[in-house]
């Protein structure tokens, strides 16, 4: 297994952009991906791949491969399903280059193209029945090795589990792919101010199922 | 909006006490602004829990799988000619063979190909439609072939 680093995902790309916010001090996760991708010369790379340069449909995979995967997985919550709809989503993208619309984002094609993917696997799936529905992640499991940090993080993921699939879209939009509104927005086909009632909803669900979830040890995240 | 969004309004923005009109304005202006959109990120009480969850490792061997498929001709509707080909000549051929009685003969085979269309939505998933079609094909070649051999026998027992 290949782990994937967010940072290091960014080292095969043409060109970086210097990250203003980076050097404020702010939260250089939560800013990365929406500076660090150049433009221009991502534009250039899909016009490339577009062409059949295997060296930029490389990238492209390389690039959004762990994106698409982190997407799916936590959308699908089944390793075997996140792995169909990743490959599935990925050539999508590279067969259908030539109908990317270059005043957007390629980042927000690319997720536009997963969450439709994940919503026909997830159907697909009902319709097997083969797998349940979701995969759940228990919390406690090995609960003594693991640090407090990763025990959070494990509620957390198996609070995002529990929620209903369209706010579980949102958020992992919102704060695993870091996605701007307008971006989301654009995604879901839906107007920006349903987006953000639809976030504050998502989150305060989350919420109430994370302290669910939570030890009674007065922890608080 | 001008200039950075004040910790209040951020708050409001963030419990969800502003209009969806105001919420969105707000979006609008974190979209373009990195300094307010990292506030108005530290203000969610699981924002840290979010950067705590690391990232899933992605299967070995999948993006060589990706490139492998990418690479392949698409299934186009040419890949699905063939097989509805052979379900017109089965269909065709149990017209031909049933001499002066197509009726009886056409309806079995319509029931026949039901049945098939049955158990091919039973196997759906399993088989791709390409070969779904090619069993339906065949289902009905051979149906209509027996039927054809039970009205000769038939016709020579009367």
Avoid at chain 1, 195 to 213: G, T
Avoid at chain 2, 72 to 88: F, I, S
Wanted: hydrophobic share 45%; net charge neutral.
């Amino acid at each position: 297994m290949q782990r994937y680093d967010r940072r290091t995902a960014l080292r095969g790309e043409p060109s970086r952009v210097a990250s203003d916010a980076t050097l404020a001090g702010l939260d250089e996760t939560h800013v990365s991906l929406h500076l660090a991708m150049a433009p221009d010369a991502e534009e250039a790379a899909v016009c490339s791949a577009g062409r059949g340069d295997e060296a930029a449909r490389a990238w492209i995979v390389r690039t959004y491969t762990p994106l698409v995967h982190r997407f799916s997985l936590r959308m699908l919550g089944n390793e075997e399903d996140a792995r169909d709809a990743t490959q599935e989503t990925m050539v999508k993208v590279l067969r259908h280059l030539d109908r990317y619309d270059p005043s957007r984002r390629f980042a927000t094609w690319v997720f536009g193209i997963a969450r439709n993917t994940c919503i026909d696997e997830h159907r697909r799936r009902l319709r097997r029945r083969t797998s349940p529905e979701v995969e759940t992640v228990d919390p406690a499991d090995g609960a003594f090795e693991r640090t407090e940090r990763e025990q959070r993080a494990a509620r957390l993921l198996a609070a995002l589990q529990r929620l209903p699939p369209r706010y579980r879209e949102i958020l992992l939009l919102y704060h695993f792919e870091l996605l701007k509104y307008r971006e989301i927005a654009d995604i879901l086909h839906l107007p920006l101010g349903t987006v953000m009632n639809r976030i504050f909803r998502a989150r305060s669900r989350l919420r109430e199922l994370y302290l669910a979830l939570e030890p009674e040890t007065g922890v608080r995240p | 909006m001008k200039g950075h969004l004040s910790d209040d309004l951020l708050e409001r923005f963030d419990t969800g006490r502003l209009s969806r009109a105001e919420a969105a304005r707000v979006a609008v202006h974190l979209d373009a602004c990195s300094p307010c959109a990292g506030r108005a990120h530290a203000l969610d009480p699981l924002a840290s829990v979010f950067s705590a969850v690391e990232d899933p490792p992605v299967p070995e061997g999948l993006e060589r799988a990706i490139l492998e498929a990418a690479a392949r001709p698409p299934r186009t509707e040419m890949d699905l000619a063939w097989p509805v080909a052979g379900a017109l000549l089965a269909a065709a051929a149990v017209l031909f063979v049933s001499g002066g009685d197509p009726t009886g003969l056409a309806t079995a085979g319509a029931r026949i190909a039901g049945a098939a269309l049955l158990v091919g939505d039973v196997v759906t998933g399993l088989c791709s439609p390409v070969f779904l079609l090619f069993v339906c094909a065949t289902t009905g070649l051979v149906s209509s072939v027996a039927a054809f051999g039970l009205l000769g026998l038939s016709r020579e027992v009367s």
